[in-house]
């Protein structure tokens, strides 16, 4: 069975303060690994990441895979009130598509 | 673009009753799948569909229905709702980069 633990469940930090968020996989068929953020309703994307060792950066936020120790971490620099949300870790897996998620990362930052 | 639309944002039902969770997408994604998500448990897929005629199991399939008869619709029946099943309902569709999510059904089950 598919799996995709992330760490730490939850976590409070202050604006500015620089984060860490982790994702671990145990999947067979590896596509590619999706970060998500939500807030109060749908996922939104942001990221997606394939190969091993290259970085996909957007604004302060930057991903990097290690498909050899099967993770990815989601690092979020000078935090804001705004990236307060859950972020989701999804595997994609096979031929159809298909996306197991982790349970998620609560952030919380506080002023 | 609408992208991916579902059907009602709130519903609640009474143990024992039926209904159908509607979910549209105008992308013309192969893929569709549903979700559910409870506090502490991330998104568990329930069913997808590769394709129209298409559809397989989730991780947690029991006391839902699917079909998948043409690309853009992907309704999800609860055959005899039971409490277990309140929860927070999601919709998605991808072609084989990031999937799409419909903002979500809050589904209670007295």
């Known amino acids: 069975e598919d799996k995709v633990v992330q760490s730490p469940l939850s976590l409070v930090v202050h604006e500015g303060d620089t984060v860490t968020l982790n994702c671990s996989y145990e999947?067979?068929?590896?596509?590619?690994l999706l970060w998500y953020k939500q807030e109060k309703k749908a996922p939104t994307f942001l990221f997606m990441l394939?190969?091993?060792?290259i970085e996909k950066k957007s604004g302060r936020l930057s991903s990097i895979l290690d498909k050899k120790e099967l993770f990815s971490i989601l690092n979020i620099t000078a935090t804001q009130t705004g990236d307060s949300a859950v972020y989701l870790c999804a595997v994609h897996t096979g031929t159809a598509s298909k996306l197991t998620f982790g349970t998620g990362t609560r952030l919380q930052v506080m002023l | 673009n609408a992208g991916v639309t579902q059907t009602p944002k709130f519903q609640v039902l009474k143990t024992g009753q039926s209904m159908t969770l509607q979910c549209a997408q105008d992308m013309n994604h192969e893929y569709m799948s549903w979700y559910r998500q409870d506090p502490g448990m991330g998104l568990r897929l329930i069913h997808y569909?590769?394709?129209?005629?298409?559809?397989d199991q989730g991780e947690v399939p029991n006391g839902y229905n699917v079909s998948r008869s043409t690309t853009e619709d992907f309704p999800l029946r609860l055959l005899s709702a039971a409490p277990s099943q309140t929860s927070v309902y999601f919709c998605?569709?991808?072609?084989?980069?990031?999937?799409?999510f419909g903002q979500g059904t809050r589904l209670t089950v007295v």
């Open positions: 394939t190969s091993s060792g």
């Open positions: 569909s590769v394709g129209a005629g298409i559809t």
């Open positions: 998605a569709s991808a072609r084989n980069t990031e999937a799409f």
């Open positions: 999947v067979t068929n590896f596509r590619s």
